[in-house]
């Protein structure tokens, strides 16, 4: 059974940093896609950013140049490093697996993590 565990979130002030992490079990990241989504309250779930098998990158135009998404293959974990964080960044942040190419597509994802609250104050 895959299990996704995020963590890492928190409150902060606007242009402040936090690093989210994805700890995943029943799932061997190495050679997987792997996706970080948000939702803020009345919004869609929206892909943030993701990692392909081979490494590849991929960002939502509003976090380009602002997160990194990177992997820890000996913790089989993935991370979300945000960095001047704006009040509109403010979400639930979901890890998740098996969503397809690209930044992925919330109805083909095949496992969500349960959520880690991101709140930022201007």
């Known amino acids: 059974q895959v299990q996704l565990v995020e963590s890492g979130g928190g409150s902060v002030q606007d242009g402040g940093s936090l690093r989210l992490s994805c700890a995943a079990s029943g799932l061997i990241i190495r050679g997987s896609y792997m996706y970080w989504f948000r939702q803020a309250p009345g919004n869609e779930r929206e892909g943030v950013a993701a990692i392909s098998g081979g490494g590849n990158t991929y960002y939502a135009g509003s976090v380009k140049g602002r997160f990194t998404i990177s992997r820890d293959y000996a913790k089989n974990t993935v991370y979300l490093q945000m960095n001047s964080l704006k009040p509109e960044d403010t979400a639930t942040y979901y890890c998740?697996?098996?969503?397809?190419?690209?930044?992925?597509?919330?109805?083909?994802?095949?496992?969500w993590g349960q959520g880690t609250q991101v709140t930022v104050s201007s």
């Open positions: 998740a697996a098996g969503c397809g190419y690209g930044l992925g597509r919330v109805s083909e994802c095949g496992t």
